[in-house]
Each structure stands twice: as structure tokens, then as C-alpha cells.
């Protein structure tokens, strides 16, 4: 046999190697596809629908209110916002839930208004869906008490989100229900600044003997909490719920 003759393949080899060639193939092809449905598929553990910063006020250099006995709204303020922390997590784990702190350190300024101004541009760094700072409350009478929240006037989210929070304190029968107040009338920078939806509320008068009692209680102090984690809760739940579709409200129309 000469060098230039060729080598002749039988046949059958010929469709053994076609037929592993096509095999690989199709493994390399299911492989492809798997790893892009993988990516594409979301865990729902990890899931996060919605973004909520929960304000600790005051802290650090700025104590806040006091009461007798060394008392101080920034620890009673600290002390909820942990608590709705936890029972956000348990609520809506699908939520991510934010601290503008979480110990009695403010490391971002000295001044009421650098406060202020950086509390105000976390929401914004973060992405925060939703806002809620949390406070204590006094007056020089101290027979007065009950709580307050305060959101952005002409905003019927915040109003919603404000609304499903007393709907909770009353659940547990919280002290009194002073009303919902537009911040046109009481600027407060990390809700008048701020386009999140979100409250400002003040959970008592610590001014005021019972109020000051449920606010240092811890049992109380939890109560108070998971209602407001209820609330943000609930607000999440509905503005995430599908709107009915146009053929049903068609439907609903033609009757």
C-alpha cells in the first residue's frame, strides 16, 4: 500500500462516532439551557420585594427627651425599633429591613442638622421603600397622652401605611390615639425631605406616668413593636397584591 492511500472506516464506526457526536451534543445543549434557567430562577428565601428603614430617633450625642429615673426616649426609641426588627423578619421575610442604627453610637456627625441631613440621605442610598422613624413624646401637662403619627400631607400611601399602624395599636388597646398630623403644619425633616413612603411616630408621652410605663415595660415595648412591624407589614402585602385584571373589571362592568 502506497503513503498517499487512505485509510477506509468501516461503516459501522462511522455511525458509532456520529451517534456519540449527536450525544454530547444534546448534553452540552441541556447543560446551556439548565444554567440559564438556574440564573434566571430567584430563591425565594432571598427574595427581597420591598426595602424598610426603620429610624431609631436621636442617639449618640443627642439623648432626646428624658424622664425621671434617667430615662432617655433615645434608648426607649432604640429598644422598639430592635423589636420591629425581629418581628418584621418573622412577618415578612421576603422584606428587607434597615437600621439607621442599631446601637446608642451616631458616628456621622455632631450637629442636630448633620443628623438630620444623614438620616435623611440613607433612605436614598439604601433604596428604601419605606421609612418609618420611631420617637417618644412630651408636654408640661403631664395628664396628657397617647400617640401621634406624622406623614407627608397629600400622600394617601403614607396615609395607608399610618393608618394600618393604629389599626394595630388599637388591637392591643396602646394608650390613645392622637390622631394622624400632616407635616405642613410640624416640619420634620426625615419625612418632609423625603419622598419614601413613610410615618414619623411618636409612641407616647413619656411625660405622662402610664404612657412612660407601657414605654419601659419590655413586654409592652415588644407589643408595641409587632404592631408596628403589623402595620409596615400589611401595607407591603397590599401594595404588592395583583390588581384585578381589565377583562374582570369589564366583566364587572357589562353587570
Known amino acids: 500500500m502506497s503513503a498517499k492511500s487512505k485509510i477506509k472506516v468501516k461503516p459501522q464506526l462511522k455511525l458509532a462516532g456520529i451517534g456519540i457526536c449527536a450525544i454530547l451534543v444534546c448534553v452540552a445543549v441541556f447543560f446551556l439551557f439548565s444554567s440559564k434557567s438556574s440564573k434566571k ?32 426616649e433615645a434608648d426607649l426609641n432604640l429598644a422598639i425599633a430592635l423589636d420591629v426588627r425581629t418581628w418584621l423578619k418573622q412577618l415578612a421575610p421576603h422584606v428587607n429591613v434597615i ?25 436614598k442610598t439604601w433604596k428604601a421603600d419605606y421609612f418609618v422613624s420611631i420617637h417618644g413624646n412630651s408636654f408640661d401637662d403631664s395628664s396628657v397622652y397617647g400617640y401621634n403619627l406624622f406623614i407627608r400631607p397629600n400622600d394617601p400611601a403614607s396615609k395607608t401605611l399610618a393608618e394600618n399602624i393604629i389599626d394595630h395599636f388599637e388591637e392591643i388597646d396602646w394608650s390613645k390615639n392622637a390622631g394622624i398630623i400632616t407635616t405642613d403644619n410640624t416640619p420634620l425633616q426625615v419625612i418632609s425631605m423625603s419622598d419614601v413612603t413613610g410615618a414619623l411616630i411618636e409612641t407616647g408621652y413619656m411625660t405622662n406616668p402610664s404612657d412612660l410605663e407601657g414605654l419601659t415595660d419590655p413586654d409592652t415595648q415588644n407589643e ?32
Open 41 to 72: 430562577a430567584v430563591d425565594p428565601i432571598t427574595q427581597k420585594e420591598a426595602t424598610v428603614m426603620i429610624d431609631p430617633g436621636h442617639g449618640g450625642f443627642d439623648p432626646g427627651k428624658s424622664a425621671p429615673e434617667g430615662v432617655r
Open 224 to 255: 408595641i413593636a409587632k404592631a408596628i412591624a403589623s402595620g409596615i407589614a400589611q401595607t407591603i402585602e397590599k401594595s404588592n397584591a395583583p390588581a384585578a385584571s381589565s377583562s374582570t373589571e369589564n366583566s364587572k362592568e357589562d353587570n
Open 99 to 123: 437600621l439607621t442604627r442599631d446601637t446608642d453610637a451616631v458616628t456621622w456627625g455632631t450637629t442636630e442638622l448633620d443628623d438630620l441631613n444623614h438620616r435623611t440621605e440613607m433612605q
